[in-house]
């Protein structure tokens, strides 16, 4: 846990923004270890749900301490059904970005929701139009969370007005691997105004606009936002997808393609871009380096400038697509400006290498991504870096481990003297359900629950 703090350095010189008006989830690392729950909430009468929002309130952590990261953080999003049906006013409704009033499901096009993915498929809870509140509960340890959750539940406690259609709990040791056994959640960017203090070899952090409403972005502009302003600013947008995740297929398709456990655990590496460890491609490329995995000084402090024909790592790889750095080959403009904050959390036990039959267990992950236009942003990453390889220069390939695979699906690995060609992919995380989110501010969330 002391190497995170290492890397998030707090100078309170450096502070731009209001901290104490921005929702924690924003700004504050996930915790290592985590404990926690996500709760889907449907409003049934608007009055009852606003005595709930001024109940919950004290409760809702706010962004002011984020660089201490302890104890347990709450956090209240809404759909723009969940809005409406609160009683937000209708003038302030239409000030909302259309693909947020849309909802997730219907911008499937989009987002490259197609084949298992698509929206018909999902779990029943997310197919119906009733997502208002999406709230999460998240601890670095047992302990808080427990304490944290009760509070939570009694402040929902006999309120007919609302209904808790979806609860799930999830916890992640020290290690944070997901389910796939990878270490996860290792780059992010940071937010200028902050108070960050980003050391030697990390990325600048991004315009405090490019995540939080009501402030200047990359281009030097405040964009428009929701409005009344108490409304909007300091708020953000977050998207949340629920993906099971398919282990045994994918230790299969690792399997039927090498010839020893090293073999195996090489192409796997290829496909991710990072060695189970953490240990990136790059700086790493023949065998697992553990102790660069560990290292979150050096575990991202790297580029893909000198792996120029993607020999060390493939240009198709999951993590050289989502966040390509300075590729020379990639047709892109500014990659900077298509990051988005990740707050995912794992559910489920990790499938060691070794198993191969699906054994029919609920695990995954569910996506939480953060951004001032998250619904924009995560439609490109899905139709644009993650299941089109025009990009790349790679034609049909898609990302191995979040895209979703044709029939005799490709993933193409260089290596001296030919290119690897390896057939036969699956969709090895397939989405059950999303929805897009609004984070408003302290200010919003009190607004909010005094609408007469």
Known sequence: MALEFLKRIFNPNKVEIELNEIQALILRSRPIPYFGTVAIIEIKDAVAARQMLQKLLPIVSSAEDWHKNEGASVTLTFTYKGLEKIGVPKESLETFPESFKEGMADRS??????????????????KRSHIHIAAAIIANNEEAWKSKLEEFRSKLADNRGIEVILSHNFSVSEEVKNVFGFRD????????GSGIEVPPGFDRPLKAGEFILGYPGEAGTIKPFPQPEVLGKNGS????????????EFNQFVKENSSSPEEGELLAAKMVGRWRSGAPLVLAPEKDDEKLGDDLQKNNDFSFKDDEYGKKCPFSSHIRRMNPRDSKSFVLEDERLHRIIRRSVTFGDIVPPDITKNDGKERGQYFIGISANAMGTLEFLQKQWANDGNAQNLGTE?????????????????????????????????????????IPSISALKWISELP
Do not use: H
Not at 185 to 192: L, R, V
Not at 399 to 412: E, N, R, T
């Open 185 to 192: 959640g290792i780059s992010n960017p940071e937010i200028e």
């Open 398 to 438: 898609k990302d191995p481990v979040i895209g979703v695979q044709d029939k005799d699906a490709l993933f193409s690995a260089p290596a001296d003297p030919f290119i690897k060609r390896y057939r036969g992919l699956q969709t090895y995380n397939i989405v059950k359900g999303g929805e897009y989110c609004f």
């Open 237 to 248: 947008f977050m998207v949340f997808r629920k993906y099971q995740s398919q282990v045994a």
């Open 109 to 126: 096009r989009f987002l490259y929701d197609i084949g298992v993915n698509d929206p018909k498929n999902w779990e029943r809870v997310f």
